[in-house]
């Protein structure tokens, strides 16, 4: 088959970077033409996405192109490129899907704000570098739109920087995350060093690793390294602090970073280096054991949250966990599939908090209540995107999440349970937020109202997707599993496994529904028998408040310390020389006055000092 | 009788004008200080010319010269100075900083 | 110390240079420390007279009168006509206090004078030959100047209208 449309994938990451460059050059000019542009240009991004997919189907043959010459040192030739497998192809068409319906979304979220062509204009930066991303064709390549993920989503998180807590969210984003890019960036280095011909190819990555050129422990360094930077961006344990304060952006951004852009290229970077993790056992272990942490910790965060976005941000650090947990057990795959349909029922759950909360204007879940009458398209939406995370059949995230499940069964027991309990509360969590926020009667007054067609028609196309998307990779249908070239994957269906987390994903909304949509149990039962429990899940297991103890206190100190040395040392030396050129100047001055005799006064002494040194060093020189 | 006395007088002479010019307020005294200084450098030429490594009259010639430069430049300096101080009513030289300005 | 300078006395150019030099060095610090502006013109008249006497004993007889006539006599009566032209009513000169500036100087003219006579005196000065001491002073120097110095004593001329000239020009009235 031929390479009709991949050979022209580098065009997908390239029409957003054109309406970047339009949008910011003209911002001011385009008015309302800016959102147009930019959702033709991710329409026009979305549609070459497609057609790639479509002419990947049935291939399993990557295509590379890196004829880009870089950088030249000595014999070592860095080339830039783009590359396409079945992988990036379904990258490609989720990022450009969610960003397409994202940008929609926008149009009538953003209305009315006077920067919407700049905010436009970083969604447009933000998909490009995620684009960039997907196709690169070697790690240093990868790296470099890595960090422009990074600086855009400081950008966008930060994007009502008159807020001082998106401020501090934004910084707080940025820095932890660049706590992991460190670590990407020495794994980076240790591959360069190690790897035969230095190469950075993903491609020779994957030949060196498989066929074990390299030495396990060092393959365990650099898997773990490029971990960490895969930690970082995918908000897992410990650098999962940045995602729900990240919350504070506009509720698109926190849609596009949740499903698509930010917190996948993580997920993603594992998927694409899957040959070096598989080459080290430990680091399997240790991705598969921090995803599972991550995936409870972060589920049971998100039963005592109070803002629909941030019970939303923990469900997506938990959702995270899972696919990690996935890629640790050695099931590319379910992780990938689990991104997949994730990507899809969580853009829809942010859309709809999104439309709730432009209706009712908060964000606390305990102010809203009775919105589903009101709300007819949002509430049965969002109720779609709720059963399929909570991994009711037979929606999509049903069949991921059981794809997971059923590997970590098999390899992990362990493991199994604790995706299991985290299961159970991912359903407990998401029944609590629709009946609170959907059921019941309302509890202020605010006139809610079905928000317009801008909002509803991405939630509507987001909900059937939500609904379909998973029978691509069933026990029953393993196509796609056969499509990414993963042949270990296991297709009976097991049915314990079935059995076992229907029954968590009901019993969580069954107590969900006892507690909070008929109120026959008190749902201060937990506080009121444990409130040390409910404080230390509320207060998110204390972690912020021991980073704050621990590293921010600390480095605030030094920086003190040093701010004090630059105050009175640096700070006083410089002000020295200073006073030292003014008084020069003012004595300068001074001798300018016009006066000859001066002048005169002048020269004679400066005869006189050179007759003596010159004297003076004869003098010396002869006794 | 050696060269050095008259050297030394020469010396003498010269910084005394040189102390005279740059110390005197009036502009006219500052001219005949200078005017005291030339007189030492031609009282050395003279004594060069007789008791120097190689007498001759070069040294009296010389001096002449001087005399005539140093007659052209009291003319110049006092017609400068009277010109001054019909414009600004002064001889004072610490008066004469307008270039500073 | 006392018998080398009678030593030196006892010859006679040594006599008059010692009388000359005595003369010259008082009307200098006259000039220096004498308050009213003509009396200064006056006592440097006087070095100027005695710096002449000097010369003639050094056997330059030409150059003294010339010293006579054109310092002693047109430089200081020019002098005279510019403190008269610029009107100082007679008064005191009021000197400047500027104590650092007169300090300085002061110790600076010193110092340069220290430095001076040092090498004054440590300098050997051999003449080669024996001082010419030529008969016909005046005859020589005329006939040096216009054969071997004829180009610069003419340019010497020009100079010296060129200054007349723009002595009169700078010092004429505006408005004449």
Partial sequence: MANDFTSYAWLVPLFPLLAFLVLIAAGRQLREAGAYISIVAMLASFVLALLIFFERLGHTTDYTWNQLKWLTIGDFQLNMGFEVTNLNALMLVIVTLVSLLVNIYSKGYMHGDERVNVFFSYIQLFSFAMLGLVISVNVLELYIFWELVGVCSFLLVGFWYFKPEARAAAKKAFIVTRVGDVGLFLGMLLLFWYMPGHSLDFSAIHNAFSQGKIDPSIATWIAILVFVGAMGKSGQFPLHTWLPDAMEGPTPISALIHAATMVAAGVYLVARTMDIFQASPDAMLVVAYVGGFTAIFAATIGTAQNDIKRVLAYSTVSQLGYMMMALGLGAATAGIFHLFTHAFFKALLFLGAGSVIHAVHTQDIREMGGLAGKMKITAWTFAIGALALSGIVPLSGFWSKDAILSAAFEHNQLLFWVGLIAAFFTAFYMARLFFLVFAGKPRSDAHAHESPAPFTFPLVVLAVLAVIAGFVFTPFNGWLGHWLGDHAEAETANWTVMILSTLAGLLGIGLGYVMYGKNSVSRDIVAGNAPWLYTLVYRKYYIDELYDVVFVRGLRLIGKAFELFDIYIVDGIVRLCSAAVVGIGRLGLRLQNGQVQTYGLATLLGLLILALALAGRRFFHLG | ?101 | MLDRLIGFLSSGENLVFFVFSLVAICGAIFMISLTRVVHMVMALALTFLSLGGIYITLGAEFVGWVQVLIYAGAITILMIFGIMMTRHRGEAETEPQRPWHNGLLLVGAIVLFGILFYVIQNATITPQSAPVDPKDNTLQIGQLLFNQYVIPFEIMSVLLTVAFIGAIVVAKREED
């Fill in chain 2, 1 to 101: 009788m050696s060269i050095t006395p008259y050297l030394t007088l020469a010396a003498i002479l010269f910084c005394i004008g040189l102390y005279g010019a740059l110390s005197k307020k009036n502009a006219i005294i500052v001219l005949l200080s200078i005017e005291l200084m030339l007189n030492a450098v031609n009282l050395n030429l003279i004594a060069f010319a007789k008791y120097g490594p190689k007498p001759g009259l070069a040294g009296q010639i010389f001096s002449l010269f001087n005399i005539t430069v140093a007659a052209a430049e009291v003319a110049v300096g006092i017609a400068i100075l009277i010109n001054l101080y019909r414009n600004r009513g002064t001889t004072d030289v610490t008066d004469m900083d307008t270039m500073k300005r």
